[in-house]
């Protein structure tokens, strides 16, 4: 095949989770390898996200002298995941490589200079089943200064992360933060938080955290390492010669762009959660209005993939990240997510008839599957969560601080019920009274034995840390008996789609037949993952995406 505009050892589509590292290895190889971006920013979902890798036995745990191994993550997984003949890119064969391959896609990533850490306490989110680690597996960037990257400091997409003012808090510092009316361990961070600023501010530094900083990371190592970055290049199509991908199609501003690859391309391209179309086809329970998703993400290449033969995995699947729709959210906003809110205590969630249906604590992911199995028997999307003036007085909702007044359009454009009694409130909501005063009655009475008999929240240690650290004798679990009572309708939001085509453990991508497409790999949620259907633990989706194209760029390095 003739007239190709460029020519690279690897092409790799899409600059997320995965792409950088796939390209440092490559460069550390010897190998011309170019990022193909169809936005005018870099960095993908993972940039917008909190940046955390989930990766098991990963070195900095063996530093702090946290136990995990091997054995003990496989039984994790195994224990959670086990079969699941609906899930065909969660194989043993691919559980093994991410699990092996995974701590050493860390130490490369340290040797090539990027700072990492692990969290010092995240917890997995079964940390009680066999082999589940209570200190947690995760993985994440130290705050990254932007400023170093020069001209490309604006193409870096932003994270939903930030603070006023760019002040450089890390992940477990900003969790801490909203306890300040309370806390004067939280007053005295924000002190340094500040001094931080200050400090950052008079040497002309502008950090950022979360997903910015690593993927901020990311590219200056890439960009030092010579990898060609090429923004607003849209990729159309695949090229083959003799069934083997040797390239890709792409339109630029200039007009369309053919790229040759060597030793094969990577898809990295991103899931489908702006696809409306695709969204109602495998989805119907979900809508590209609750998803947190950058505009980009509307799955060409997960559909050009199909086109060539490769077999679908899990399309199904969406990291859900429970949601609510104040006044004023579109597309373009963040969408106020409720993870800890149901979880805090003096709150639960409701479906449409009342009741109490799930421990509100544990996975986003588990919680969204959770209302959409509930729906099937009881309309439950969306459900309501109920909560009273203690609530109010002391945890974030929607956005705004513990205690602040709430926007008057909240209440005039009935997004927030409040009521003197939980009769009125179940009025204001559609529901029976007897219903949601028994469900309420029922949830106090588990708060005064300190045991939630129904659903056993507060029974892991994640649980727990999604709750009020303050709280006693439980962070999560509170009565609700404070008027006013409120509530809000809560909907099955996400970060992303998790479901695409089917790799292998070499993160090629396979036919339905079980062949392999000779040249194409892909990771990310351009691919079904390696979990299936299940969300072990925070940055399941990242710390595989960037796994398996650490082991996409080895086998094809390795192959060449």
């Known amino acids: 095949m003739e007239n190709f505009d460029e020519q690279y ?152 992360m930030a603070l006023p003012g760019n002040l450089p808090a890390a992940l477990e510092e900003m969790k801490l933060l909203p306890l300040m009316r309370r806390s004067w361990k939280a007053r005295f961070l924000l002190l340094r938080l500040a001094g931080r600023g200050a400090l950052a501010r008079l040497t002309g530094r502008d950090y950022v955290v979360g997903g910015a900083a690593l993927q901020g990371r990311m590219l200056k190592a890439c960009l030092d390492a010579g990898v060609e970055i090429f923004t607003q290049t849209a990729v159309s199509g695949v090229l083959q010669e003799n069934g083997r991908v040797v390239g890709v199609e792409a339109r630029r501003k200039d007009g369309p762009l053919r790229v040759r690859a060597e030793l094969g391309v990577l898809m990295n391209s991103g899931g489908f959660a702006r696809n409306p179309q695709m969204r109602e086809r495998y989805q119907p329970l979900a809508s590209v209005d609750w998803s947190n998703a950058p505009e980009t993400d509307t799955g060409e290449m997960i559909e050009e993939m199909l086109r060539l033969g490769a077999a679908p995995a899990q399309l199904e699947e969406f990291v859900g990240y429970q949601a609510t729709l104040p006044p004023g959210v579109t597309r373009d906003k963040l969408i106020p997510g409720v993870q800890g809110m149901t979880a805090s205590p003096h709150a639960i969630l409701v479906d449409r008839t009342g009741v109490r249906y799930m421990n509100e604590g544990g996975s986003y992911m588990a919680y969204c599957q959770g209302m959409q199995a509930r729906h099937a028997q009881v309309p439950a999307i969306p459900s309501w969560a109920i909560f009273d003036a203690q609530y109010m007085a002391k945890y974030m909702l929607a956005g ?161």
């Not at 066999?130 to 990254?144: D, E, I, L, Y």
């Open 400 to 560: 705004t601080m513990p205690g602040s007044d709430k926007p008057q359009s909240w209440y005039d454009e009935g997004y927030l019920k409040k009521a003197d009694t939980i009769e009125e409130l179940a009025a204001l909501i559609g529901v029976e009274p007897a219903t949601l005063r028994a469900t309420v009655e029922r949830f106090n009475g588990f708060v005064a034995a300190n045991k939630d008999e129904d659903f056993g929240r507060g029974d892991r240690a994640y649980d727990n840390w999604l709750g009020d650290p303050l709280h006693a004798p439980s962070n999560t679990l509170g009565t609700i008996d404070q008027a006013p009572y409120y509530a809000i309708e809560v909907v099955p939001g996400d970060v992303g789609t998790f479901g695409g085509v089917l790799t292998d453990e070499h993160a090629r991508v396979v036919r339905e037949d079980g062949t392999v497409i000779e040249g194409l790999y892909a990771t990310g949620v351009a691919t079904g993952s390696v979990m299936g259907r299940f969300y072990p633990g925070a940055g399941c989706s990242i710390g595989p995406g960037y796994t398996f194209g650490y082991i996409a760029a080895q086998h094809a390095a390795a192959n060449a």
């Open 9 to 160: 050892d690897f092409v790799i589509v899409g600059s997320g989770a995965g792409s950088m590292v796939a390209a440092l290895y490559m460069r550390s190889q010897g190998k011309r390898v170019a990022i193909l971006e169809k936005s005018e920013l870099v960095g993908g979902t993972t940039a917008r996200s909190g940046g955390v890798l989930w990766i098991p036995n990963n070195p900095f745990m063996a530093r702090d002298g946290v136990q995990d191994s091997y054995e003990a993550a496989r039984t994790y997984l195994d224990t959670l995941t086990g079969d699941q003949p609906d899930a065909p890119s969660a194989t043993p064969e691919r559980r093994h490589a991410f699990l092996t391959q995974g701590p050493k896609m860390i130490e490369f990533l340290v040797a090539q200079g990027i700072a990492l850490d692990r969290a010092k306490y995240w917890p997995d989110y079964n940390d009680d089943l066999p082999g589940g680690s209570a200190p947690g597996r995760t993985v994440v960037a130290k705050p990254f200064n932007r400023k170093q990257l020069g001209r490309w400091a604006d193409r870096l997409r932003p994270s939903f």
